[in-house]
């Protein structure tokens, strides 16, 4: 199969492309966007025309959903396929989801339910993985000099949300901030189902939408103003008081090293280890640390984030906040560990540091599940199915 590839420069682009390769089909790459973010909706429907008429392809693969690409390749009539791997996508509010010729693949079930509706025959559910290969070639080059550099108690990679976070343009101290501040605290003493979205009434909208700059939806798409509010500003915000709650509390009782882009001030007791490299140290990191934590980000409201995949396959022992999916796939206890409580993530994290055997059987039971059930390889092998 010749599959025309569409990149912006997603950290799963890399993995995708080679999994894809080894199962004998051949990729094209479309790369400009890689370089310039102001390429805009002309600039994609160009590129992938003109790509389209000078090659035969038999689809057009990318991460997450371009309503552009869509439209071009309804208009050639070829499978526009996506895997949506981050929350929220916006885009996938475009009109342009209802086209004949996609095939939408959503990682997060909530996601799925919502949109299913828009396109019976061209949405599907499938969940993320990890490209084993590479992991696997990765853990093979640890060095002691790697041992000295990257293990750790507890280790945390990942944005701590200060900057992904709108809702702090909010300068309102009445009723409106009173109440949105009531219901980010609701929503972070509660795992497993997110409530931000009904609980937005049509005052608390318009309200919210007076005060700050609000994100505007394209003229041809569902105006969805709730699910913006929801996810863009109250779910980034949760995220980012969880984050910075949960790692402030063990920074301060253990010794937690912290890879991150983010402004880390508000974390004075983390070990900061400045920025790790995607392909080359994060799985190293996570194979290396003896506790790796993950919270999901909170407009991933049912499914499994990629990170917790990452650190399933580089070996590493996860312990993750509950996601209603999670028992679907794994047995908590026995392939990772999960937490629904901060008083039960800090009495865990005290256990495994204490119970080192357990620990590494569980790490050892996570990643061999991880590989024979629910790899990349064999993702990509069902998406690829279904659109053949």
């Not at 609000?214 to 109250?234: G, I």
């Not at 983010?262 to 392909?279: I, V």
């Not at 049912?302 to 047995?331: C, H, K």
Request: hydrophobic share 35%.
């Amino acid at each position: 199969m010749n599959i025309l590839f569409y990149r912006y420069n997603s950290i799963c682009e890399p993995d995708i492309i080679a999994v894809m390769r080894r199962l004998g089909h051949t990729v094209t790459e479309i790369t400009e966007e890689m370089r310039n973010k102001e390429l805009g909706a002309r600039g994609q429907m160009n590129l992938v025309s003109a790509a389209l008429k000078k090659e035969e392809s038999q689809i057009v693969f990318s991460i997450n959903f371009f309503p552009v690409v869509s439209e071009v390749c309804n208009i050639f009539h070829i499978p526009y396929v996506c895997w949506i791997v981050d929350s929220p996508v916006m885009e996938l509010y475009s009109h342009s989801i209802r086209n004949t010729w996609n095939r939408v693949f959503l990682f997060d079930y909530a996601l799925y339910e919502e949109f299913h509706r828009e396109n019976p025959k061209g949405i599907f559910y499938l969940p993320l993985g990890a490209d084993y290969v590479r992991l696997d070639e990765v853990m093979e080059t640890i060095t002691e000099e790697d041992r000295k550099k990257f293990s750790a108690d507890v280790s945390f990679i990942g944005s701590l949300y200060t900057e992904k976070c709108p809702y702090n343009r909010l300068k309102e101290e009445g009723w409106l901030k009173g109440y949105l501040d009531g219901l980010i605290e609701a929503q972070l003493k509660v795992y497993g189902y997110n409530f931000l979205e009904e609980c937005i009434t049509d005052e608390v909208l318009q309200a919210f939408k007076k005060k700050v700059p609000f994100y505007q939806f394209p003229e041809k798409a569902d105006h969805n103003d709730r699910a913006a509010m929801a996810h863009l500003y109250l779910g980034n915000k949760v995220t980012e008081q969880e984050r910075l709650r949960l790692l402030k509390r063990i920074s301060e009782e253990y010794k937690l090293d912290l890879y991150t882009a983010s402004d880390f001030s508000p974390l004075p007791h983390a070990n900061y280890r400045g920025l790790a490299k995607t392909a080359t140290e994060m799985p190293k990191i996570f194979h290396l640390s003896k506790i790796n934590l993950n919270f999901t980000s909170k407009p991933i409201r049912t499914g499994l984030p990629l990170r917790l995949w990452d650190i399933l396959g580089a070996g590493g022992f996860v312990l993750t906040n509950y996601q209603s999916e999670i028992p679907e796939y794994f047995e908590p206890g026995k392939d990772l560990e999960l937490y629904a409580s901060e008083e039960e993530l800090l009495e865990k994290i005290r256990y495994y540091l204490e119970h080192e055997e357990e620990r590494q059987e569980i790490a050892r039971n996570g990643y061999q599940k991880a590989k024979e059930k629910y790899s990349l390889e064999l993702r990509v092998g069902q998406i690829l199915k279904i659109v053949s």
